[in-house]
Nanobody, 116 residues
Framework: QVQVVESGGGLVQPGGSLRLSCVTSGFPFSLYVMKWYRQAPGKEREWVAT????????TYADSVKGRFTISRDNPKKTSYLQMNSLKPEDTAVYYC?????????WGKGTLVTVSS
């Protein structure tokens, strides 16, 4: 059974940091592309970052470039999103998606609230 489970969200003050985790099972993680998305209240879901499976190359949305870092630990079958210098506009539910030859699987998300 393919599973993707996000964790690490919470309430943080502007300028603070959080690290989100995406723990997976049921598929060959090292062969899959991992992506993070977010959906703010009243807005459409938007792509945040991607890390590919072979050389670990990363890409970011302009809105988070320089502040967020996506990474992966293949033996642990886990992807991470390190978020620094958080802003109120980063408030959203953050989702992890795994994409590979078996298709794509979304997690249920974890809520990040940036507020003083």
């Amino acid at each position: 059974q393919v599973q993707v489970v996000e964790s690490g969200g919470g309430l943080v003050q502007p300028g603070g940091s959080l690290r989100l985790s995406c723990v997976t099972s049921g598929f060959p993680f090292s062969l899959y592309v991992m992506k993070w998305y977010r959906q703010a209240p009243g807005k459409e879901r938007e792509w945040v970052a991607t890390i590919i499976n072979n050389d670990g190359s990363t890409t970011y949305a302009d809105s988070v470039k320089g502040r967020f870092t996506i990474s992966r630990d293949n033996p642990k079958k886990t992807s991470y999103l390190q978020m620094n210098s958080l802003k109120p506009e980063d408030t959203a539910v953050y989702y992890c998606k795994a994409t590979g030859f078996l298709g794509e699987t979304w997690g249920k998300g974890t809520l990040v609230t940036v507020s003083s």
